[in-house]
């Protein structure tokens, strides 16, 4: 990639920044002492600094690297990305095809394997809602496939999402929940990865990913005694290695990917390396290690599953619904007698292409789709079709082949059966990128950032929810068995609240739910629940916060019922998910007002809080009785055509000191004036007697702390240079705005693809805005 000379000056100013602050962090972690007065963080850092001890190596020695056989970062730039073969869509070729002649022939001694997969791929909403598409397809769904795999006997079923499964058992007779419970015992029922939602991989964080881990698992072992033994993930647009080494924590051992990049694709067939152990970038002994199927073609539908030639592979879907008009069920036949060996023998050569691009020559077939089998007439079509060309082909021992209906589980025992080593590789598949669909390139990235909102409220609930369960977790272990039944009965209710909203956090990390590629509505559906979700979530925090805080006679007064747990006030209200969460302004009529904040974390933290206060006249204490330096700022209000200071609100900042895993408070106390200054070029009212308000000189703005000096420019307001004050260094920066034009009808929620034909992005997207600066300054820091 060409980086461009102010790109990369930008670039390396931001990683001069990020080190610095991470060299801030790392001194309050390891050198801030627990003190009773707040420091503000230039001192901690100059104290330092001034030491001359620089900066500290964070590379931790023993971290030097798994060794694999392949590491996707060294790879991927060595592929082709523009290959000969893209046009046609299809990378098999003629080499391709002599190695599965050869193979062909030893297949009297090393015969070909085949698990034919019967799967339904839904998706917990994406055109529909969540429950749109339980009650219009998948309680259907999952009733024909436990009433239709009673009625034929041999076939097999995958399922993956819990979130259906919880929400379809929940309301079956108890007689089909035996049912179900009977399949899965015979090993004809699989569930697959046990997540509640098949997880997106690259938008997600950790915790979220975590927690529909849990969700799902922890419904499977409650419900149905059971823990899944293998992994399948292939409509998440692109893989990431989180996923596997999360799978392999819960027990996982193997596990399916489907959507990679084009080049890898072709790659790992011609090097028959499709079934590989996917390691960890750190891990040295190999523990992590997860047995790794790739799907060798573009898509899990039956058009893209028998073989490489989907044109045939189209033959073989032999759903045929009344009205229904695809592409495969004008294009199959019914197997009969007359056709059964010429269809049969056809599918094999696709079987045994498959086989040829891995050693052990056992193929997985998975056969189905979106929503697929919803009516009971497709499980027919399907199972008689199939069950026809299965026992032609088992029936002649000539083919040296044998097929049979299996689950994942099926597949991976052949697998071991046949293969004791396998390649290893680290690394992960982003970005993903396919050329199935026009036979160009289309780069999955857009998603990376569709819908950014959503993203962070997605974020949002996580973090509500961390902290509640934390603190849900010291309430419970500190009151269910004491005296204060009430309390204990208060907390047990809450339990639900628990976990409706990690049921939300969960159903979102969904690979179209946080990826922002459902329909507009559906992601609307998603907000409602996420908002409602940290609702849920700062319940639990506020009853668990106030009852850990709480005095022996407060509890006994809760027990006795003449006290709630319902008083402590979050400090955001926000009366839907569309609104901005709003700070609740601290009215300080009263003398005293108590602040109250968690730290979840194993390590202190320093935060900058911002509350917002009725009056100056105040004051604020640590828990120790101990004064906390502070600085006020006016509020801003733009709602007219001018700004303006409003009167009887302030912005009030202070650095919280909390210790790890902590519950802390701060008291705002009502005492004597402070004041404050702005310059303000644009701000006219001198009247007011609680800020100092002056000129911001004219000419570029410079900004100072004791280790960088920053240099804005005047009339843009925008950065033009940062000093190192430590050594001197300075560089120089240059701002600007583009825009990227977008491809016509290319780009969108799923791809970024701007358009070629403009060589350079749109600039100055700010033209014309003419930036009001204003400055305040304090104790703390200026705000520009
Ligand atoms: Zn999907």
């Known amino acids: 990639m060409k980086t461009f000379p102010i790109v990369r000056k930008l670039l390396e100013a931001v990683t001069i920044l990020d080190r610095k602050n991470r060299v801030m962090r790392n001194n309050h972690v390891q050198e801030a002492k627990p003190n009773k007065k707040v420091r503000s963080l230039i001192e901690i850092d100059l104290r330092i600094e001034g030491k001359g001890q620089g900066v500290p190596n964070r590379q931790c020695s023993a971290i030097d690297g798994a060794r694999t056989d392949i590491d996707t970062v060294q790879q991927l730039p060595k592929f082709e990305f523009q290959p000969a073969w893209m046009r046609g869509k299809e990378f098999w070729d003629t080499n391709f095809e002599k190695r599965y002649l050869q193979r062909r022939a030893l297949w009297p001694k090393f015969p070909l394997k085949v698990i034919l997969m019967p799967h339904s791929h839904n998706d917990p909403g994406w055109l529909k809602t969540f429950e749109e598409y339980?009650?219009?397809?998948?309680?259907?769904?999952?009733?024909?496939?436990?009433?239709?795999?009673?009625?034929h006997k041999n076939m097999t079923f995958v399922w993956a999402e819990v979130s259906y499964l919880a929400m379809w058992y929940e309301r079956a007779h108890?007689?089909?929940?035996?049912?179900?419970?009977?399949?899965?015992?015979s090993g004809r029922l699989e569930i697959v990865s046990g997540g509640w939602v098949m997880t997106d991989e690259a938008n997600v964080h950790l915790y979220g990913m975590i927690t529909q881990f849990i969700e799902g698992h922890q419904w499977l072992k409650d419900n149905l005694g059971l823990k899944p033994s293998n992994g399948w993930s292939i409509d998440p647009f692109g893989h990431g290695s989180t996923v596997p080494y999360l799978l392999k924590e819960s027990g996982i051992t193997n596990t399916v990917i489907q959507r990679i990049h084009y080049a890898w694709?072709?790659?790992?067939?011609?090097?028959?390396?499709?079934?590989?152990?996917?390691r960890q970038n750190w891990d040295h002994s190999g523990e992590t290690d997860v047995l790794t199927h790739n799907r060798p073609y573009d898509i899990y539908s039956i058009k893209h599953s028998c073989g490489p030639h989907p044109q045939?592979?189209?033959n073989y879907d032999f759903r045929k619904v009344f009205g229904e008009y695809t592409e495969y069920s004008i294009r199959a036949v019914n197997i009969d007698q007359k056709n059964v060996k010429e269809k049969a023998e056809t599918l094999l050569d696709q079987y045994g292409r498959t086989g040829s691009l891995f050693s052990h020559n056992v193929v997985l077939v998975p056969l189905g789709d979106d929503f697929r089998y919803e009516y009971s007439s497709e499980w027919d079509q399907q199972y008689k079709n199939y069950q026809k060309l299965l026992d032609w082909v088992n029936e002649h021992p000539s083919y040296h082949a044998e097929i049979k209906w299996g689950t994942l589980n099926d597949y991976f025992r052949e697998v071991k059966k046949r293969t004791k080593t396998y390649p290893t590789l680290k690394g992960d598949f982003f970005v993903y990128s396919d050329i199935f669909t026009d036979g160009r390139p289309a780069y999955w990235s857009g998603y990376f950032s569709t819908r950014p909102y959503f993203k962070i409220l997605g974020r949002q609930l996580e973090t509500?929810?961390?902290?509640?369960?934390?603190?849900?977790?010291?309430?419970?272990?500190?009151?269910?068995?004491?005296?204060?039944?009430k309390i204990a009965q208060i907390?047990?209710?809450?339990?639900?609240?628990?976990?409706?909203a990690r049921r939300h956090i969960s159903l979102f990390q969904h690979h179209d739910a946080i990826t922002g590629t459902s329909k507009s509505y559906v992601m609307h559906d998603y907000a409602i629940k996420l908002h409602e979700g940290i609702r849920e979530a700062s319940i639990v925090i506020s009853h668990c916060s106030l009852a850990l805080l709480s005095t022996e006679a407060t509890r006994m007064k809760v027990s006795q019922r003449q006290s709630s747990l319902d008083f402590l006030q979050p400090l955001y209200e926000r009366s839907s998910y569309e609104k901005l969460p709003k700070i609740m302004p601290i009215n300080m009529k009263e003398w005293q007002r108590v602040i109250t904040m968690t730290n979840t974390l194993g390590q202190r933290r320093y935060e900058v809080l911002r509350i917002i206060v009725s009056s100056l006249n105040i004051k604020i204490t640590d828990e120790f009785g101990y004064d906390v330096p502070f600085q006020v700022n006016p509020i801003w209000n733009s709602s007219n055509s001018d700004f303006f200071i409003v009167e009887n609100q302030f912005e009030l900042f202070f650095i919280a000191d909390l210790p790890p895993l902590s519950i802390i408070t701060y008291t705002l106390h009502k005492t004597a004036n402070e004041t404050s200054t702005i310059y303000s070029n644009f701000y006219r009212n001198k009247n007011i007697t609680f800020f100092q308000v002056k000129d911001v000189l004219p000419g570029d703005i410079q900004l100072e702390s004791d280790l960088l000096k920053l240099l804005f420019d005047g009339s843009s307001g925008l950065i033009r240079s940062v000093t190192d004050k430590t050594t001197g260094r300075i560089t120089q920066l240059t701002m600007k705005y583009g825009a990227y034009p977008s491809a016509q009808f290319k780009s969108g929620a799923y791809l970024l693809k701007p358009d070629p034909n403009a060589r350079e992005p749109e600039e100055d997207v700010l033209a014309g805005a003419k930036p009001r600066i204003f400055i305040q300054s304090g104790p703390y820091f200026i705000l520009n």
């Open 464 to 485: 509500t929810l961390n902290a509640a369960e934390f603190l849900y977790a010291w309430s419970w272990a500190t009151f269910a068995k004491t005296r204060h039944k």
């Open 134 to 151: 339980y009650y219009h397809k998948t309680s259907k769904i999952l009733t024909s496939m436990v009433e239709k795999l009673q009625q």
């Open 265 to 278: 694709k072709q790659w790992l067939a011609e090097k028959q390396w499709g079934d590989f152990m996917w």
């Open 312 to 314: 045939i592979c189209l």
């Open 491 to 500: 907390l047990e209710k809450d339990f639900e609240k628990l976990v409706k």
């Open 174 to 185: 108890p007689k089909m929940r035996e049912q179900l419970k009977q399949l899965l015992k």
